[in-house]
């Protein structure tokens, strides 16, 4: 519901912007597909944290789970900000801007997350080798967030907010608002999902070890 | 359809075409679970048997 709501409000409701026309549309997707990705990390680097800490064998899965689900929407905020950057700068990539470059580096930092679970035997070893790397990715997540705010705007767009509020209209921040609620929920139900699939796949595996 | 509302069309179906695919991986993930689950309750059957 939310997000056939976010898709009727972004494209029929909310008003053209003056400077950029229809594209500026872009925008309520792009960004919550952003913040989507970084709360992902944050959330696995939590759970990761959680397994070092208190020892809970269950954040293994839950912290993998979710870099799964923020590379997805990581690669979704790079094809959609690359379209974006096309028609508005002319490129699909430029490699001047910082903010662009971060976004990549975190991303190529969580994609090599896949590499390092899979090189190493599934066990407490694995995990807690899985959770040291998703709880330094965290150290990229502020770098590559601020990065929008304290770099100088050549070409990405200035931050949403600032000390005066909202930099847009309450119409434009209405609908960002709900874009962003519904790509919140569509990730949690997928990261839902996604969870139940694996914890079953392990279940099934331990009852064939059983059996065979 | 201008140029904008090209790129516009283009960056929503990326996602809508990102979210879909998805729910096919998923819907052929739980295919092959539900068939290892039969499996499975094959073999606990024939061991209970045998």
Not at chain 2, 8 to 37: C, H, S
Request: aromatic share 14%; proline share 3%.
């Amino acid at each position: 519901m939310l997000l056939i709501a976010g898709l009727g409000l972004a494209l029929l409701w909310a008003p053209e912007d003056a400077d950029q026309g229809p594209s500026q549309r872009i925008f309520y997707i792009h960004v919550p597909v952003a913040l989507t990705a970084y709360v992902c990390f944050a959330w696995a680097a939590w759970k990761a944290f959680r397994l070092l800490w208190k020892r809970d064998d269950r954040a293994d899965l839950e912290s993998y789970t979710a870099v799964h689900m923020g590379v997805i929407f990581g690669v979704l905020t790079l094809v959609t900000g690359s379209i974006w950057a096309k028609i508005s700068w002319g490129v699909w990539w430029t490699w001047s801007e910082r903010q662009l470059v971060l976004f990549l580096i975190l991303f190529l930092f969580y994609s090599a997350y896949f590499m390092l679970r899979y090189s190493t035997e599934p066990g407490p070893r694995r995990a807690r080798t899985s959770a040291v790397y998703a709880l330094f990715g965290v150290v990229l997540l502020p770098v590559s967030f601020l990065a929008i705010r304290l770099a100088e705007q050549v070409l990405h767009p200035a931050p949403l907010f600032n000390r005066d509020g909202p930099q847009m209209s309450a119409s434009m921040f209405f609908t960002f608002c709900v874009c962003l609620a519904a790509m919140l929920a569509l990730a949690g139900a997928l990261y839902r999902i996604e969870l139940t699939g694996k914890r079953v796949d392990a279940r099934l595996r331990e009852l064939r070890e059983h059996l065979t | 359809m201008s140029t904008g509302e090209k790129y516009l069309a283009a960056a929503y179906l990326v996602v809508f075409a990102a979210v879909l695919i998805y729910v096919v991986l998923i819907a052929l993930k739980l295919t092959r679970i539900e068939r290892e689950l039969s499996e499975l309750a094959r073999l606990a059957e024939e061991r209970r048997g045998g």
